[in-house]
């Protein structure tokens, strides 16, 4: 017997085109699960689609949605239900890194722009995921699992990064609240507050910063990708079901260094 079995589930993972993203689909794919990505780069989900057909297991499906827009999330929500016919787990999980100012530096537009992406994002993904779940509940079916991407930011301090981390602070905060409201319906709600890992938004970043991690960092390595797949399928599967509310770091001992 495979525990950790996801066929007939169905994720939606935001952001899910590249990076965290997209190493969580690959384990969702691979234990079954059928997952549609909701992301706003058309060539990025094109490449996606391709390299999760592949693998074989679950279904695939990709749409073009910004979740700064809320009627993009409401567009990508009807898609997937049309398609899939109904939502089980949703990892909110695209985010920006933010304006990278000093906080004497700080605009309202950046600071907007940040939190319209890493922290309304979710909640509005949230908002339209947990209506189709408690609608289930209600019908008989409850159950349901929230996941959103946080960072160690959310925790710790870092340079021209008040922003980012702010932003991170309040979905840890989501995380807690959805978690006590929404049991009632069998809905989970948890946070994984990543530390390093090489991404295309790490990739921009000064070279320098990558070495000071490295040696920060307890495991002296960055995040293993591999590693993410069976994290998600976890935080997925039914094996979590008595966790909830909690804000994990998943970051080689970083937090504690």
């Known amino acids: ?3 950790f079995d996801l066929s007939g589930r ?8 590249g990076g965290l993203g997209l190493g969580m689909a690959r384990g969702l794919v691979k234990a079954g699960a059928n997952v549609a990505i909701w ?5 990025k989900n094109n490449a996606a689609f391709e390299e999760l057909s592949e693998i074989g297991g679950g279904r695939v499906l990709t749409q073009l949605c910004d979740v700064a827009r809320e009627s993009d999330i409401e567009e990508a929500m009807r898609v997937t239900l049309d398609v899939f016919g109904r939502v089980d787990i949703a990892f909110a999980n695209a985010g920006i890194s933010g304006a990278g100012t000093r906080i004497p530096d700080i605009t309202a537009e950046g600071w907007d722009a940040t939190f319209a992406v890493n922290t309304r994002g979710p909640a509005l993904v949230y908002k339209h995921v947990s209506r189709h779940m408690i609608e289930r509940a209600e019908n008989g079916d ?3 699992k929230l996941i959103v991407t946080s960072s160690g930011q959310s925790i710790m301090g870092v340079n021209k ?10 979905v840890n905060g989501l995380t807690r609240g959805a978690a006590f409201e929404l049991a009632r319906y069998g809905i989970t709600a948890n946070a994984l507050l990543f530390g390093y890992y090489e991404t295309d938004i790490t990739a921009k970043a000064n070279p320098r910063f990558a070495e000071w991690m ?9 995040g293993d990708h591999g590693g993410l797949e069976g994290l998600a399928v976890f935080f997925a599967s039914p ?4 966790i909830t509310g909690q804000c994990l770091p ?6 504690i260094s």
Do not use: C, F, W
């Open 142 to 144: 409850a159950g349901g």
């Open 250 to 255: 998943v970051d080689g001992g970083l937090s």
């Open 1 to 3: 017997m495979n525990l």
């Open 10 to 17: 169905v994720a939606v993972i935001t952001g899910g085109n």
């Open 239 to 242: 094996h979590s079901d008595y």
């Open 161 to 170: 990064s008040s922003d980012y981390a702010a932003s991170k602070a309040a």
């Open 39 to 43: 992301a706003r780069n058309e060539a």
């Open 214 to 222: 490295s040696q920060r960092i307890p495991l002296r390595r960055p």
